[in-house]
């Protein structure tokens, strides 16, 4: 419940509203919806990293929509978009990683792979309030965004990548 988006919103909303137990059935209901849901995923034989990096950097819209000072249900609005491209992302992702990494050491390579997207996190988020101060909130925005975008063509401009089959 203590995630971001609209699932987040939803979650807060209940416990505010009802008591926490509700919000706990709120949320198992949710994940069982997604097992659900994600049990039926059917993936293609071929599935390139093109449209799935477009998925992933759908993320970074509302950071972009941060920066661009729209109004607040244009941002819910774009985090809703981003929660959804991360959804697929991550089903395409992981699918991918089970097909193409060996059995005996597919846990070694998960943790390496979390850790990687995780390791500056941190860094990111201490960097993020100085650099807001020198070169304002809206510019640090579209460094952010800009650095993501980078990032996802980096991964692009890598022929083994393009051509990785699901």
């Known amino acids: 419940m203590a995630g971001g988006g609209a699932a987040g919103g939803l979650g807060r909303t209940v416990v505010t509203l009802a008591r926490p137990g509700w919000a706990l059935a709120v949320d198992a209901a949710n994940y069982g919806g997604s097992a659900f849901f994600l049990s039926r995923l059917r993936l293609p034989a071929h599935v390139a990293l093109e449209p799935q990096s477009f998925l992933a950097d759908l993320r ?29 992302f991550n089903a395409l992702w992981e699918t ?57 063509a980096t991964c692009l401009a890598t022929p083994s990548a393009r051509q990785l089959t699901a």
């Open 60 to 88: 970074d819209g509302p950071t972009a929509l941060l920066a661009l000072r729209v109004p607040a249900v244009v941002v819910a609005a774009g985090a809703f978009m981003a929660g959804l491209g991360n959804l697929v």
């Open 96 to 152: 991918a990683l089970q097909k193409h990494v060996a059995p005996a050491a597919l846990s070694r390579v998960s943790a390496y792979d979390w850790f990687g997207s995780l390791a500056f996190q941190p860094v990111g988020h201490a960097v993020a309030g100085p650099a807001a101060a020198a070169v304002g909130t809206s510019a640090t925005l579209w460094i952010a965004a800009a650095g993501s975008l980078v990032v996802a």
